[in-house]
């Protein structure tokens, strides 16, 4: 996989472009409009940005599929390459039902993104320890063992699954809560004064309404039957929730509510988390880096609440449990003050 050709060069597009560079790949990219081809020259996603896609797939060994759902649904069913191809679509049944005969093609999702759009925020490091599914096509098996190498060299983590199962799986993972998200937020602003009191859990919960609705709009839609399922199992749900706190059933509540904290605990790192209160002043973040320099710990993920109204906030970072202590005397040493830490 020499030289990579990328159709579509918006965030996970270009991001993959910097990626695939940096591991000493070629590659040439092509997208239907302009700006995203400027941008992606800005950010270095591409050795050369082509005017027409032909142009970009030429001797490609592998060809990404980087763009809206319905595109890429559209270019498998006719593409003509000999070279190996892939996407990388949040859906995978309306692809692979398009794959035209004959093409060797390995269906793709990385399970990575952002909320803001196009190539200005992309990354090479966006895929990182990120799962990437893998839906096998018709071709070779060789193919598939090709697409697993590429992935892992990117850092991410190659999971293979049928169409079927992946459709199902991301639609409550991924589908409905983006459609939560968005109710979510319809829901407070129709109450006066309570984005106001929105704080870092609504935040949390929320972030990805920031994102592009055109392109989430096709993708639901494009899996419209598994999202439905997921939606109507999550309203029966919430219907039973709800009867029960108008029936004053705390123990019922309280149960349903102690269950779903056990599993989303389960899915917890084995990581030990400490908060660090940061003042509303120049260079904060810069003495968390010296820090974190400092201690030599292994950063596994931050997060940062910012206080609503401006005036500093809490910047929670997690580390090997083991490395804990090391880390807060290095935080207490710059002068923070700490929040508890937890396991």
Known sequence: MDRVAILGTGLIGASLGIALRARGHRVDAWDPDPDA??????????????????????????????????????????????????????????????????????????????????????SG???????????????????????????????????????ATHDAVVAAVSHLPQLLASILVDTAASRPAALELAAGGFRDLTRVALSDPGWWAELLVANRREVAAAADELIGTLRSLTEMIHGADVAGVAAALGSARA??????????????????????????????ERSGVDLRDLQLRHATHGGGGVLTLSVRAEELDRLRDALRAEGFKLLGSAV
């Open 125 to 163: 490091s966006l895929f990182r320890g990120a799962t990437w599914v893998l839906t096998p096509g018709e071709g070779p098996d060789g193919d598939l063992e090709t697409m697993t190498r590429l992935v892992e060299g990117i850092g991410a983590v190659p999971r293979v699954m049928d169409a």
């Open 263 to 292: 599993i989303r605990a389960s899915l917890r790192a084995p990581v030990a988390a400490v908060g660090v209160v940061l003042e509303d002043e120049p260079g904060e973040i810069a003495r968390v880096g010296h820090a974190l």
């Open 37 to 122: 081809r400027r941008g992606a020259e800005a950010v270095g996603a591409a050795d050369r940005l082509w005017d027409h896609p032909d142009d970009a797939v030429g001797a490609a060994d592998l060809v990404v599929l980087a763009g809206p759902v319905q595109a890429i649904v559209e270019t498998v069913a006719r593409i003509e390459t000999s070279a190996l191809v892939t996407d990388v679509a949040g859906v995978k049944g309306p692809v692979m039902a398009a794959v035209r005969p004959g093409l060797r093609f390995v269906g793709g999702h990385p399970m990575a993104g952002r909320e803001t759009a196009g190539p200005a925020g992309a």
